[in-house]
């Protein structure tokens, strides 16, 4: 029987390119999703996520934007070089994604730089560390009159307008005062990103909200409710509801850590867990 012969030909580099274009989202897409399931796994296995900082291109400020930086934000101070830069790019970020507006005094830097360092600081062990729930902060001078309530307050978040709204001088006291459990952004920003967390299925606001509920289940715990009750360590607002709870947690999490650390172990342990706050990779020297 006589053999068919293979008929061979060669493909040209416009073939090659097509077939490229063709296979190549349907394998990036295979990917992602592999990558996706791979994080789920890790995440409930070690409660953490596997990626933290995937841009593969950081944002770039200037020197004196990191200046202003390095004076206005402790959290800044005294990260590694490295994490330094991601820090940077994520402040950028929120600033070019955020809308900054005053009433009765004029916006500069140091004002944008300031408030993004905390929303940073507060969001820095996140992979989701963008909230949708803030669009935009506005800033008045000292205490304000607002619109909605009728009352003078410090600060606000309106989830609704998706809007944050700050005194600077209690904003800017929050920060310039390390040590006395009262901090603005901090309060105003932990808000936020717990509404935000209700809303959201990414794989750290999931994280955040298991963890949460771990702490509030370890509450059922009488010694331990009672202890934290008596202890006088929370200030009374912290017991209006379970926001002003856990933005209260997370202001002594971040200005008082080792009483913190010393006093309550098991909830300091559960608020890091939930905002996946590592020191041991991104600060420079830890105190003892």
């Known amino acids: 029987m006589q053999e068919i012969p293979v008929l061979e030909r ?25 990558l996706y399931v791979v994080e789920i796994i890790y995440q409930r296995n070690f409660k953490k996520p596997l990626i933290v900082f995937g841009h593969i291109f950081n944002k770039k400020i200037s020197e004196s934007d990191k200046m202003i930086l390095k004076n206005n934000s402790q959290f800044y101070q005294k990260l590694k070089p490295k994490y330094k830069i991601y820090f940077e790019h994520r402040v950028a970020t929120f600033i070019e994604k955020t809308e900054f507006s005053t009433r009765d005094i004029s916006i ?14 507060l969001t820095f062990g996140m992979k989701n560390y963008l909230n949708k729930l803030i669009q935009q902060i506005i800033i008045y001078p000292n205490v304000y009159l607002s619109t909605h309530t009728d009352e003078y307050y410090k600060g606000e978040f309106n989830p609704k307008l998706k809007t944050i709204v700050f005194s600077w ?58 202890d934290l009750l008596n202890s ?12 002003e709870f856990v933005a209260v947690l997370l202001e002594h999490f971040f200005e008082s850590p080792e009483e913190f650390k010393l006093k309550f172990p098991e909830v300091y342990l559960k608020v890091k867990q939930m905002i996946n706050y590592n020191e041991n990779y991104f600060i420079t020297h830890l105190q003892s």
Do not use: W
């Not at 097509?18 to 992602?32: E, K, N, Q, S």
């Not at 500069?108 to 600081?121: C, P, T, W």
């Not at 006088?232 to 926001?243: D, K, S, T, V």
């Open 108 to 121: 500069n830097q140091e004002m944008k730089l300031s408030i993004a360092a905390v929303y940073i600081q």
């Open 169 to 226: 001088s209690d904003f800017k006291s929050g920060i310039d005062i390390k040590n006395d459990n009262l901090n603005l952004g901090l309060h105003e920003f932990t808000h936020a990103l717990h509404f935000q967390t209700l809303k959201s299925d990414k794989p750290t606001h999931v994280l955040f909200n298991e963890s949460l509920r771990n702490l509030f289940l370890s509450f059922s715990n009488e010694t331990l409710r009672q």
């Open 10 to 34: 060669e493909y040209t580099i416009a073939e090659f390119f097509v077939m490229f274009l063709l296979l190549a989202p349907i394998v990036f897409g295979y990917c992602y999703f592999m």
């Open 232 to 243: 006088g360590f929370l200030r009374e607002y912290a017991f209006e509801n379970q926001y």
